[in-house]
DNA sequence: ACGTGGCCCCGAATGGCTAA
DNA sequence: TTAGCCATTCGGGGCCACGT
C-alpha cells in the first residue's frame, strides 16, 4: 500500500519531524507554511507530535487516514469556511479535477498530499518560530518520497526564495523557472503564481503565496488548469482509488 | 429573507531600506 | 547603530450580490 521512499520518511520522522496529512501515493504535493496550531490548543498539538508515529501504525497496518469527511456546524473549519487553508486547497483540487465544489466538502486529501515547510505549527505565521525552516528544507531535498511528486504547490510565499541571489527553489527542487512569458501569473499583489520546471518538464513546481484569506477564485482555477494539464501530458491523470 | 461566497478594508507583525 | 518609514502578508470583520 505504500511504499519504500515513504516509508523511509516516515521512519526517519518519528520523534523527529511532522510528515503531513493526505494521500501519500498521490501526484500532487501541498506545502504551505506552518500549522495553524494555538500554543495553549494540547489536543491539537498532541496529534501535530504524534503525526510520524501514527503514520507508522498507518504502515503496519495497512490502513490510512480519514481523508474525506463533511464540515458540519460544530467543526472547527466551519466558521472560517471560504476563507481557511484546507478550504483554499479544497478549491484548488476540485479545479485541478475539473469538478463542481461541494459545500463544506473535503476530500482533496485523497487526490494530494499536505505538509509544512516550517515544522513549528503555531495559530499565527507572525508568531510562529521560523529558526528550523533551514532544516526542513534540506531535508525536502534529499528526500526522496518529496522529490518524487510530479506537481509541488509551494503555497508558502516569502518562506522560500527565487531572487536574483537566492535560488532555493531550483535548488531544492531541481528546476527551473521558465520565464516570465510563461511562467509568470500576476493578479494582484496577493495574488501571484510563477511555474518551475524540470529539465526533462516531467516535474512541475509552483510558487505562490499561503492559500487563505483573500486569495482570489480565478488565480485558483488559472492554477488548478494547469496543474491539470500537466498530469495529463505525463500521463498522470489520476486513478480514484489509490 | 437568508445563507453563501467573493471581495475589500483594517490591524498586527515583519523585514528591508534609509537617514540621522 | 538605530529609529522611522514603507511595502508585504495574513487573520479577522464586514459588506454586498446572487440564488434559492
Known amino acids: 500500500m505504500y511504499g519504500d521512499k515513504f516509508i523511509n520518511f516516515v521512519s526517519k520522522g518519528i520523534g523527529n519531524y511532522y510528515i503531513g496529512t493526505g494521500n501519500p501515493n498521490s501526484n500532487t504535493l501541498f506545502i504551505g507554511k506552518e500549522s495553524a496550531i494555538h500554543s495553549t490548543d494540547t489536543f491539537t498539538r498532541n496529534w501535530y507530535d504524534c503525526n510520524a ?5 498507518h504502515i503496519n497496518t495497512n490502513s490510512c487516514e480519514i481523508l474525506e469527511y463533511f464540515v ?9 469556511w471560504g476563507r481557511n487553508t484546507w478550504s483554499k486547497y479544497q478549491k ?12 463544506y466538502y473535503v476530500d482533496f486529501l485523497k487526490h494530494a498530499f499536505s505538509t509544512e515547510i516550517n515544522d513549528a505549527p503555531m495559530k499565527r505565521t507572525s508568531e510562529a518560530e521560523k529558526s528550523s ?14 522529490q518524487d511528486f510530479p ?13 536574483d541571489d537566492i535560488r532555493e527553489i531550483d535548488d531544492i527542487f531541481g528546476v527551473t523557472y521558465c520565464g516570465d512569458e510563461e511562467g509568470k501569473y500576476w493578479y494582484n499583489k496577493g495574488n501571484w503564481f510563477f511555474l518551475h520546471y524540470s529539465p526533462d518538464r516531467k516535474k512541475l513546481v509552483i510558487h505562490t503565496r ?21 498530469l495529463a501530458e505525463i500521463g498522470e491523470i489520476e486513478s480514484t482509488n489509490r
Open 210 to 230: 499561503q492559500l487563505s484569506a483573500d486569495v482570489k477564485n480565478e488565480m485558483l482555477e488559472k492554477m488548478g488548469s494547469i496543474i491539470r494539464n500537466h
Open 133 to 146: 525552516i533551514i532544516q526542513r528544507k534540506l531535508l525536502f531535498k534529499n528526500s526522496k518520497f518529496i
Open 53 to 57: 508515529q501514527s503514520w507508522a501504525i
Open 151 to 163: 506537481v509541488v504547490v509551494l503555497a508558502c510565499s516569502d518562506y522560500i526564495q527565487n531572487n
Open 92 to 103: 484548488l483540487s476540485d479545479f485541478i479535477r475539473d469538478k463542481e465544489s461541494e459545500p
Open 72 to 80: 458540519d456546524n460544530n467543526h472547527p473549519l466551519r466558521a472560517s
